[in-house]
Nanobody, 121 residues
Framework: QVQLVQSGGGFVQAGGSLRLSCEAS????????MGWFRQAPGLEREFVAT????????YYADSVKGRFTISKLNTENTVHLQMNSLKPEDTAVYYC??????????????WGRGTQVTVSS
């Protein structure tokens, strides 16, 4: 089992920044990539970004490229999502996940509880 504990998020005005963190614990973690997904009311969960456990590889959704940065130190069990230039359409519940280095939610085996991010216009 892998446990994922999320922190960060909150309320910010458009153009502002927020930082999300996700600490992983449990079974050998080096086999897992770490991803972030989000789900807005009435919409399906969508891919945001993913990073290999070493931190060497990162992939982003087109909608967040250039604004969001996923990061992780090889020596740490925590992944961060720095979100800059936030837009109202970024408003969603954000989920941390552990699984394969892919964009599909089906590729992830473990999920955090989610954290609300609200961006006002």
């Amino acid at each position: 089992q892998v446990q994922l504990v999320q922190s960060g998020g909150g309320f910010v005005q458009a153009g502002g920044s927020l930082r999300l963190s996700c600490e992983a614990s449990g079974r050998p973690l080096s086999r897992y990539a770490m991803g972030w997904f989000r789900q807005a009311p009435g919409l399906e969960r969508e891919f945001v970004a993913t990073i290999s456990w070493s931190g060497a590889l990162q992939y982003y959704a087109d909608s967040v490229k250039g604004r969001f940065t996923i990061s992780k130190l090889n020596t740490e069990n925590t992944v961060h999502l720095q979100m800059n230039s936030l837009k109202p359409e970024d408003t969603a519940v954000y989920y941390c996940a552990a699984g394969a280095l892919r964009e599909s939610a089906d590729a992830y085996d473990y999920w955090g509880r989610g954290t609300q991010v609200t961006v006002s216009s």
